[in-house]
């Protein structure tokens, strides 16, 4: 009931329609991969790249999307608190999330297709436009 209030709310907006599509291309790969993926999935991995939690099958293809939803929700909640002097850094901030966990999840498809996933590395990108978003707000919105 909560959520369904919350959604009637919050108009969606281009940005919030890009991020939640990359969310809903990384659901559409991990259905059309269903098959090929193992019934108990890798999701979280320590420091050297090993699998340390495993979920079901079904759980690991919509985890993450599942959490991108949540915090492309949570940052326009956010913004409604605390709103920004410059829209464009949390269009920014609404892309980043969908974005980066898209990506994510195409990592832990990746994984548990049997790709050798180096993690440390694989994750630079991530790490990478996390910089450039802090950097941009920064400029865009100082503090």
Known sequence: MFLLAVVKRVSLRSTD?????????????????WPRLPGSMAV??????????????????VLAP???I????????????????????????VLFV??????????????????AVRLPFALAPAGIASVALVGYALVRDPP
Do not use: C, K
């Not at 329609?17 to 991969?33: D, F």
């Not at 979280?44 to 293809?61: E, I, K, L, N, W």
């Open 17 to 33: 329609l890009a991020a939640l599509g990359l969310l809903a291309a990384a659901t559409a790969a991990a259905l059309v991969l």
């Open 44 to 61: 979280r991995f320590d420091a050297g790249g090993t699998p340390d939690t495993y979920v079901s099958r079904p759980v690991g293809m």
């Open 66 to 68: 599942v959490i991108g």
């Open 70 to 93: 949540a915090g492309v929700g949570i940052t326009r909640l956010a913004e409604r608190s605390d709103p920004s002097s410059d829209s464009r850094v949390v269009r920014a901030t």
């Open 98 to 115: 969908g974005g980066v966990v898209a990506y994510l999840q195409g990592l832990v498809l990746a994984y548990n297709l049997g790709h």
